[in-house]
């Protein structure tokens, strides 16, 4: 089975900076896209920022120049780097992590961290 582990979260002051990280484990082939992803009280979950296997990656433009997603093949973990934090980024943070489970069939699913609360006082 696969399980998302995800830490870093907490409480941190208007400006300052948090590095949450996630990683995979159990039975994995491999690993495609990662992503985090944030839901705040009373809004919907929304994307934050993605990164494929290549290294390519994408942010919301609400923590564009702010965030900055990364990841560890050789781990199986994924990170997210937070700087400049603002109130508006208080929410839970979820991993998301698309994984091939089988090297005989393209089996692709989607798993999700258990979340971590990160709130950004002002």
């Known amino acids: 089975q696969v399980q998302l582990v995800e830490s870093g979260g907490g409480l941190v002051q208007a400006g300052g900076s948090l590095r949450l990280s996630c990683a995979a484990s159990g039975s994995i082939f491999s690993i495609n896209d990662m992503a985090w992803y944030r839901q705040a009280p009373g809004k919907q979950r929304e994307l934050v920022a993605a990164?494929?296997?290549?290294?390519?990656?994408n942010y919301a433009d609400s923590v564009k120049g702010r965030f900055t997603i990364s990841r560890d093949n050789a781990k199986r973990a994924v990170y997210l780097q937070m700087n400049s934090l603002k109130a508006e980024d208080t929410a839970v943070y979820y991993c998301n992590c698309n994984v091939r489970l089988s090297p005989y069939v393209l089996d692709l699913r989607t798993y999700w961290g258990q979340g971590t609360q990160v709130t950004v006082s002002s």
């Open positions: 990164i494929t296997t290549g290294g390519r990656t």
